[in-house]
Structure formats: structure tokens, C-alpha cells
């Protein structure tokens, strides 16, 4: 009798997770749904909008869950836990409260000790944020905190709820279908929301690729500046390059510089639309998906979609990128990233025009190995930093250009053969440097490689490494820190070693970044330590100690005669 009605309950709670599930993958796909849950800090305001938009789901779980004489088996706690393992403890708290408090009024004997647990679910769901892995999955933990919780939930009722007997009987009624169908939902709904990071990845990354692609192709015109044969010669290119734009169009604060596509007959008139021009009046990029909202002052206009970029000259906005499509409401995220990329690289690119380290920068980089070896992040966050030093310290943006130019051309154009450590070093300084400048005094770091270990290496051995060692030991870190380089010779080995003195990290996590994995992109230690086997064998490679607060020390090995008689 009680496994029928057990079955009967997950069915009922099963329909209505998936009522839960198909609204917030719909809200999922809204701008500013996506817009707040994409970014890792967010304002208070906006974590009281996340615990509202939870809270409610929370209620949703409640409406649709399942009566029993003594009261309801409901997926309440799946809104309220995702609230909190998204947005940490404000936002859980806020939407248990929300769904708790709302619960509390509906009344009935498990009304207390229902109110009391979704609250609390949403507080713990909170605290156990900042564990959760940054760079996995997290449905998996997701769903055994959901278990977690829902056992906490069942044994709040019966501590809240009298008389105790029939708590018992509640309990007993609803807890296996609760704690099979909650921490489902929570897997679930976190699995959307990994959906959501997943495709802006994606979409920003491809947008990056095409952008520098666009930004080489354009460098040797946009050297001399923002004029109408540069501004021409850029919208050919972007309107060549990118699949189904209509028309492609560059602005000076004044007048259409350029207009490459269809509706040049009026558009070409060089007469700004009201969309671009309220985009170079406040500095903000324009999205404009309707003909009205473009502004055109034709009627029978074929255009129907835009999106206006600014291009600026330090602060100064000094025209605008506008592309144009057919259809309305047919601008994509990819397309829109796409113009915020190019506007940025058009902007950094005049500004620094006149120097001509610029044209060493990406003229002569082959852009399209950034697939697999460059974070496109990285290129953005540091023609910011040149931007400005451009402004406070030329100089230093020259050389900054320079070291930028020799990083790219190093990652770009890796060589099959074997490298001096010399030149790899010179790799590494390109890149500390970079980091330095956007990170002014946080970062420190040292060589100490005697002239008997300076052997050949394999490229992009040491500074996968040292990048590592920056990115994920000492920003953490309020204060940095240091990273040492090092080398000595031992028992016929030539030993490198780059130690930090950063958070450090856990065995569990040594055994995983070691982990081959074939999906990652990125140049990483397992990357690292897989070439120097596959090169020398399984006796060398790399060895990781680490200790939590204390640092990481990353040891290589290599025969001391791979490359010993160019020392």
C-alpha cells in the first residue's frame, strides 16, 4: 500500500517538476534573466531579484505538489536550493523565506516545520556555494546536496510538528518520493543553468575567434586612423566575413563614413539614424531588432535589425559600428558579441595607431591558431591595460604592445622543435609582464636557472605553468604573491621548478588537473605533463606538491642530454 502510494506521489511530483523545469529554461533564454546569472558578483538588488524570481518558483513547487492528509509533497526546496548554490546565502535565504513564509500562511499540521526547513535549505544551499568546483560540473554536487538538504527537511518536521506520532506518519508518507524527485530537480535545474554559462562561452569564444580574425585583416588600414578609406576598407571585410549581415556601416560622430551592403541608396546618404546617434551621444552599444526602433527615415526601408557599437578614442566616442540584418528580431548574442568585440579592438587599434609596434601586435600573428591555444579574455583584458597606459603612460603602453606582440607571436606560431630555455624564459616575461601591469603590485616573480641547466626544451613547457601558477594561485590571493623559477641538475636529470606561494590546493585537485582530458582547449598542466611522457618517457614529467594556504610547487624532470650540447 505504501510503495503504491509512493509511486503515485513521484508520479504527480515528476509532472510538476517539469512544469518548474519548462518555465525557467524558457526565462533561461530572456536578456536580463541571462544577463544577471551569467555574472559572478551582483548586486544586492539584483540577488533580492534572484531570491523573488526563486521564491516564486518555490511557491510554483508548492501549487503543484501533491495533498496528503496530513499536508503536501511538493518539490518547494528545489527553487529555494538553486537559489542558494547560484547566488549564495542572500538569495537562498530571501527565496526561502519568500516560499517558507507563503507556506506558513497556507497553514495545517506540517505548516510550521515546512517553513522552518525551506528557510533553512535556502541558508545552507547558500553557504555551500563558494565549494562548489569552479571549473566542473556541478549537477553532480548539485544533486547530492539536494539529497543532503531534503534529509535536513525531513527531519526538521518531525522536530517542528506535533503531535509527534503524526509527524512520524507524514513524514514516512512523503520522504522517499521527496528525496528521490527534490535532488532531481535541483540536479536539473542547475543542469539548465550550466546550459546557459555553456552557450555564452561558446558564443563569446566564437565572437573572439572571428573578431581577431576581422582586427588582422583590418590592422594595416586602420593604422592611419579613423577615415573613410579605412572605415570602407574595414566594413568590406566584416561584411565579407560574417555570414547573413545585410549591410555593415562606420560612422564618424558626424556622418556615415561608409555603408557596404543593401540599402546604400539611402543609408549611404552619410544622414546618422536616431539609434546611432543616440549610441555615439551616450557611449552605450544600441540594439535595435524592429524598423521602428532603427529609426530609418525611409518607410519602405528593407532593413529591419541593428546593433550600433561605439569606437572610442580614450573616453572620447568618436563614431560607431553598425550592422544591419534583413529580418527583424534577427540580431543573435553571437552577432551582438560579435560588434562589442570588433568596437573594442576598432577602438584599441585607433587609439594606438601611431605606433607602429602596433602592426607587429596582429598584422603578422596568425590568429586563427587562437582556437585551440588562446583564451580570447586574455587579448581583450590587455589591450584594455595598453588602452590605458596609452592615456597616463605611453611609454609603457609601447612596451607593453611589445611584449603583447612577442606573447601572441610565441603562442601563434609554436615550432615542432626543441627551444632554448632562454627563449622560453622570454615567453614567460612577455606574459608576467602583461599580468603585471593589469595587476599592478600583486605579482612578483624570479628566475634562478644556472648556465648548466639551460638546455633545450619542448615550447610552451614553462609558461603553461607559470600561467597556472598566476591565474589560479595567487590572484585568489588579496595581496598576490610570488612565483620562483628555478633549476638545477640531479642524478643526470635537469629539474625546472616553478613554485608559488599561493591558496594552493587539495591532493583530490593535484590527481585532477593531471587528469588527461581530451575536451579541454586550454594549454594546461595535464597538456604539459602528457608531451614531456609522450617526448621522453614515462619516468619524466611533471610532479605537483601543494598544501592549502601555503602555495604549489610544479617540478619537471628531463634527461640531461635532451639538448644538453646547446647549453
Known amino acids: 500500500m505504501l510503495l503504491e502510494k509512493w509511486g503515485q506521489i513521484i508520479n504527480q511530483l515528476f509532472v510538476g517538476l517539469g512544469v518548474m523545469l519548462a518555465v525557467v529554461f524558457l526565462l533561461s533564454k530572456a536578456k536580463l534573466f541571462r544577463s544577471v546569472m551569467l555574472r559572478s558578483k551582483i548586486s544586492s538588488t539584483e540577488k533580492g531579484a534572484v531570491a523573488v524570481f526563486f521564491g516564486i518558483v518555490g511557491i510554483l513547487g508548492t501549487y503543484v505538489g501533491v495533498p496528503t492528509e496530513d499536508g503536501f509533497a511538493n518539490t518547494r526546496a528545489v527553487g529555494v536550493i538553486v537559489a542558494g548554490l547560484v547566488s549564495g546565502k542572500i538569495a537562498g ?8 513564509v ?73 520522504s522517499v518520493p521527496m528525496l528521490i524527485m527534490n535532488p532531481v530537480g535541483v540536479a536539473a535545474l542547475i543542469a539548465v543553468m550550466e546550459t546557459v554559462f555553456r552557450e555564452q562561452e561558446y558564443i563569446e569564444g566564437s565572437a573572439a575567434r572571428l573578431a581577431l580574425q576581422i582586427a588582422s585583416d583590418t590592422i594595416v588600414f586602420l593604422r592611419k586612423g579613423l577615415n573613410r578609406q579605412s572605415a570602407e576598407q574595414t566594413a568590406r571585410i566584416i561584411h565579407a566575413k560574417v555570414k547573413n549581415l545585410a549591410a555593415v556601416a562606420v560612422a564618424n560622430r558626424i556622418e556615415v ?121 586574455f587579448l581583450f583584458n590587455a589591450l584594455n591595460t595598453i588602452v590605458h597606459y596609452c592615456r597616463t603612460q605611453p611609454d609603457t603602453a609601447r612596451e607593453l604592445l611589445l611584449h603583447l606582440g612577442n606573447y601572441y607571436r610565441n603562442n601563434l606560431s609554436v615550432p615542432d622543435t626543441l627551444i632554448t630555455i632562454d627563449k622560453e624564459i622570454q615567453h614567460i616575461n612577455d606574459y608576467v609582464k602583461i599580468e603585471a601591469a593589469r595587476f599592478e603590485g600583486k605579482l612578483q616573480v624570479s628566475y634562478n636557472i644556472p648556465e648548466d641547466c639551460k638546455c633545450t626544451i619542448p615550447p610552451l613547457i614553462l609558461q603553461p605553468i607559470v ?41 583530490s585537485q593535484i590527481e585532477e588537473v593531471l587528469k588527461p582530458d581530451p575536451k579541454r582547449q586550454n594549454i594546461g598542466l595535464s597538456n604539459v605533463n602528457e608531451r614531456l611522457k609522450c617526448i621522453y618517457g614515462k619516468e619524466f614529467g611533471v610532479l605537483i606538491e601543494s598544501r592549502i594556504g601555503e602555495g604549489t610547487r610544479v617540478i619537471i624532470s628531463l634527461p640531461s642530454e635532451g639538448g644538453n650540447d646547446h647549453a
Open 93 to 100: 535565504t530571501g527565496a526561502g523565506l519568500i516560499a517558507g
Open 102 to 174: 507563503h507556506r506558513y500562511y497556507l497553514g495545517g499540521f506540517s505548516a510550521l516545520g515546512s517553513a522552518v526547513a525551506t528557510i533553512l535549505e535556502g541558508l545552507v544551499a547558500g553557504m555551500f556555494k563558494s565549494r562548489l568546483p569552479a571549473e566542473k560540473e556541478k549537477w553532480p554536487y548539485a544533486l547530492a546536496i539536494g539529497l543532503l538538504l531534503e534529509g535536513l527537511h525531513m527531519g526538521i518536521l518531525v522536530l517542528f510538528d506535533r503531535p509527534f506520532e503524526q509527524a512520524v506518519q507524514f513524514v514516512t508518507s512523503i
Open 257 to 377: 563614413l561608409c555603408f557596404v551592403g543593401i540599402g546604400i541608396d539611402h543609408h549611404g546618404t552619410n544622414i546618422l539614424t536616431k539609434s546611432t546617434t543616440h549610441t555615439i551621444a551616450t557611449g552605450e552599444y544600441t540594439l535595435a531588432q524592429t524598423r521602428e526602433q532603427i529609426g530609418c527615415f525611409r518607410q519602405d526601408c528593407p532593413l529591419g535589425s541593428k546593433v550600433v557599437a561605439p569606437l572610442k578614442d580614450r573616453d572620447e566616442v568618436i563614431g560607431a559600428l553598425i550592422i544591419y540584418k534583413l529580418e527583424e528580431n534577427s540580431i543573435t548574442p553571437f552577432e551582438f558579441e560579435l560588434v562589442k568585440g570588433l568596437a573594442q579592438l576598432i577602438s584599441t587599434q585607433i587609439e594606438v595607431s601611431k605606433n607602429e609596434t602596433q602592426a607587429a601586435l596582429l598584422a603578422q600573428a596568425e590568429i586563427k591558431a587562437l582556437q585551440a591555444q588562446i583564451n580570447p579574455h
Open 467 to 507: 600561467e597556472n601558477a598566476v591565474k589560479h594561485g595567487l590572484y585568489p590571493k588579496k595581496d598576490g604573491g610570488k612565483v620562483a623559477i628555478s633549476g638545477c641538475r640531479q642524478e643526470g636529470k635537469v629539474v625546472l621548478v616553478v613554485e608559488d606561494d599561493g591558496v594552493g590546493m587539495e591532493a
